[in-house]
């Protein structure tokens, strides 16, 4: 995928690039994991959406298209679980097609790659990044909802590396529930894929946030070093990188993404599209824009692009630089859930 003539970024109310889309292609998982879809709220009666109210693989195509041209240079597949949608490789093939696209990853819980990687690898996915808590069979079991083991997401990821994907894990970090073992799984992991430690986060209204159970990612940092040689800040590939980088005395490297105690705001260039073509402007919107309604109805791409652009350009969302000034009751008003519009 050729880079396409470079163009100037459409930037929002506060000077921030529109860089990234992340879509959704599906609210449905095969996992109840506790900070997302916590089994008790997404049990066996949930109504998830019915497959017309998503977005057929044409329409998230023909959307990408212009934000493409809006300046979006990487795609991200988010879910839900994503590889639960049909035929998923063939909207990877699709956007692969599209000018100007620089990147395209996935994030999964790798349930299914053993399956599926072959196919996305040659579809035109070139990463994916793979959600792993927990190594520990009764921790993992217990914060993905349904007792599903540890070796069967090492199994995807094993499947993603053997077709050429890049890998990278993210580690979702709660006190007193998996923080125990954070260096045993990074020494596990690091000779296979960058591993990424997230702090808790307040996402969706059913994971029963706590602050009490955030480990401040200095501190994350600090156990990996297990008491040796600190491990040293490396530099971003890019300005706006979610994660900050660190490597040990052997070159093994580390990520933090600190959204509770280090927010990252002010470099985000993420637009979130769900898969019922809902455009998000922050991971803890409260509301979105709808782009369904105006493309089924026959709206023409220049409209289209005033709609999106102009939704880009008044946005001043920054959430998280902002927690610790609302109020309780803002803090836990209804936001978006993770599930329809990925992490």
Request: hydrophobic share 40%.
């Amino acid at each position: 995928m050729p880079p396409a003539t470079p163009s100037p970024f459409l930037t929002d109310a506060l000077g921030r690039p529109l860089r990234d889309l992340r879509i959704s292609v599906t609210d449905r998982c095969n996992l109840r994991c506790t900070y997302c879809m916590p089994g008790e709220i997404f049990g066996a009666d949930y109504a998830f959406l019915p497959r017309e109210e998503l977005l057929s693989f044409e329409e998230i195509e023909r959307l990408a298209r212009l934000f493409v041209r809006l300046s979006v240079q990487k795609l991200r597949l988010t879910g839900g679980e994503p590889l639960l949608r049909r035929d998923l490789p063939q909207l990877i093939e699709q956007l692969s097609r599209i000018e100007g696209v620089h990147d395209i990853a996935m994030t999964t819980n790798g349930l299914l790659l053993p399956r599926l990687a072959a196919s996305l690898k040659a579809a035109g996915l070139q990463r994916v990044t793979v959600s792993l808590d927990a190594l520990d069979p009764q921790v993992f079991g217990q914060m993905n909802g349904l007792g599903v083991q540890p070796e069967r997401v090492m199994a995807g990821i094993e499947a993603a590396l053997t077709v050429g994907l890049g890998v990278k894990i993210n580690t979702v970090v709660q006190r007193g529930v998996n923080d125990g073992a954070l260096l045993e799984l990074w020494r596990a992991l690091r000779g296979k894929a960058v591993v990424r430690f997230i702090e808790f986060m307040d996402v969706g209204n059913h994971n029963g946030w706590n602050m009490s159970q955030v480990v401040p990612s200095r501190e994350v940092i600090a156990r990996l070093a297990d008491g040796g040689e600190p491990l040293r800040p490396l530099d971003a590939h890019y300005q706006g990188e979610v994660a900050a980088r660190y490597a040990d005395a052997e070159g093994f490297e580390a990520g933090v993404i600190s959204s509770v105690t280090a927010p990252f705001c002010g470099d985000c260039s993420r637009a979130r599209l769900s898969a019922v073509g809902q455009l998000y402007t922050c991971l803890f919107a409260t509301q979105g824009s709808d782009l369904r309604a105006p493309l089924r109805a026959g709206a023409s791409d220049d409209a289209l692009l005033d709609l999106i652009g102009g939704i880009w350009s008044v946005r001043r969302d920054r959430y998280s630089e902002e927690r610790g000034e609302l109020s309780a009751a803002r803090q836990q008003g209804q936001k978006i859930e993770m599930s329809h519009i990925g992490g």
